[in-house]
Structure formats: structure tokens, C-alpha cells
């Protein structure tokens, strides 16, 4: 059984030709709390509590299990409530900063399965995001000044509320000690809640394939 504690405290301050000096102080306490019961079952829970000078921030958490059915399998769950306040860049960028946007809050919760085989790693996951206040750039309005080709104008918005869920697959293969191969694909499914439109800049497939290799003499090599 374990119990840590964290105290933060950061200052941020932007300034430029486009905004006017500002600045940031965020001050945070966390408490980490965990327990491994036998030799099988973990749990661990996190407190955290943000105070700034701009925005009012709710208590956040993360709590997260871990069983190990056997050697080779393992079965994790997480739930967490997350807090994120606008950057300076969402606020102040030239021509898409939004200085009216509010701080988005989300809860996430997953559920993972893990193998571990001899020369084999298999990784998947279910996951779901809801989200409220969300910050996302948006698409305002298409202009072509001549005699330049068109340019798209985004400005960072909230949405009001949001949703983000799918699964993730990873496998590694270790053809030997010297040679893996690696593949990851996630699938997401992206809902405004509100227009009940999916999210922009948010693709539904993403693929990964990479093969590593080390050779000695300190030289290795990474295809993907």
C-alpha cells in the first residue's frame, strides 16, 4: 500500500506585437493512492485539485484496476475525469485565437485486455470520451484572395458537448532478439452532440506498421 502526495505550481506569460501581456498561475495539489492485493490485483486512485487565477477548476480523479488473470494475461480498467483550460495559442493566435472560449471537462473511462505470449505481444482496448465545452478548431469561412489559391479560415470554438469512442489494437512480433515488427489500428466514431455531426480533424481509421531492427556497434534502424 501506497500513498504519495504532489504539490505544483507553473506561471505562464505570453506577450507579442498581436496581444497584450498576460499571464498564468496555476497552483495544483495530488494525492496518489495504491494497493496491490495479493500478487494479482492492483488498484490506484488519484486526486487532484487546480487552482488558477482564470478559470474555476473542478475536482478531478483517475481510478484504475489491474488483474493479472495469469502470466501471459492481464485485464485493465479506467475511468478518469480530466480538466483542460484554454493556451494562450487557442486564446491569442493570430486570425484562429478565440478569447471567449471556456474550459472543456471530460470523463473517459476504458477497458483493456493485454497477452503476452513468447515472442508475441498482443494489446486491444474499448474506450469512450464525453466531453463538454470541448475546444476544437472549426471551419469559419473560405476566402481566395486574388491572385492566391483559396484559404481556410478556422477559429478555436467549444462544443457544447461531445463524444469520442472506439478501439485500439497493438501487436509486436520478435522474430528474434535483433528484428520486431510492430502494427497498431484504431478505429474512432466522433458525435457532436448537438448537431449530432461528427468531429472535424478526427480520422476513423489510423494504421501504423513499423520494423525495428539493431544491427551491433550501436547502429539500429526504424521502418514505419
Known amino acids: 500500500m501506497k500513498l504519495n502526495s504532489v504539490l505544483d505550481f507553473t506561471q505562464n506569460k505570453g506577450d507579442g ?3 497584450l501581456d498576460k499571464k498564468r ?7 496518489l493512492f495504491s494497493h496491490l492485493i495479493g500478487s ?8 487532484r485539485k487546480e487552482i488558477t487565477d482564470n478559470y474555476e477548476s473542478p475536482f478531478l480523479f483517475s481510478i484504475g484496476t489491474k488483474l493479472n488473470a495469469t502470466d501471459f494475461y492481464t485485464l485493465k480498467l479506467n ?9 494562450f495559442n487557442d486564446l491569442y493566435w493570430l486570425g484562429s485565437g478565440n478569447t471567449d472560449l471556456k474550459p472543456e471537462t471530460s470523463k473517459s473511462y476504458e477497458l483493456a485486455y493485454e497477452f503476452y505470449g513468447e515472442d508475441t ?12 465545452d470541448m475546444i ?6 473560405k476566402t481566395t484572395p486574388p491572385p492566391f489559391p483559396m484559404k481556410f479560415n478556422y477559429q478555436y470554438q467549444n462544443i ?5 469512442k472506439g478501439f485500439d489494437t497493438d501487436f509486436k512480433y520478435n522474430f528474434n532478439e535483433n528484428h520486431t515488427f510492430n502494427a497498431n489500428y484504431t ?7 448537438i448537431t449530432e455531426e461528427e468531429l472535424e480533424f478526427r480520422p476513423k481509421n489510423t494504421i501504423n506498421l513499423g520494423l525495428s531492427s539493431h544491427f551491433g556497434w550501436g547502429i539500429s534502424s526504424y521502418l514505419s
Open 17 to 19: 506585437s498581436d496581444i
Open 25 to 31: 498561475q496555476i497552483g495544483s495539489a495530488s494525492l
Open 40 to 47: 494479482n490485483f492492483l488498484y490506484e486512485i488519484t486526486a
Open 79 to 87: 475511468a478518469s475525469k480530466s480538466f483542460r483550460i484554454p493556451t
Open 121 to 132: 505481444t498482443f494489446k486491444a482496448s474499448v474506450f469512450r470520451t464525453d466531453l463538454k
Open 136 to 141: 476544437s478548431e472549426k471551419l469559419i469561412s
Open 160 to 164: 457544447d458537448r461531445a463524444n469520442i
Open 187 to 193: 478505429y474512432i466514431k466522433t458525435e457532436n452532440e
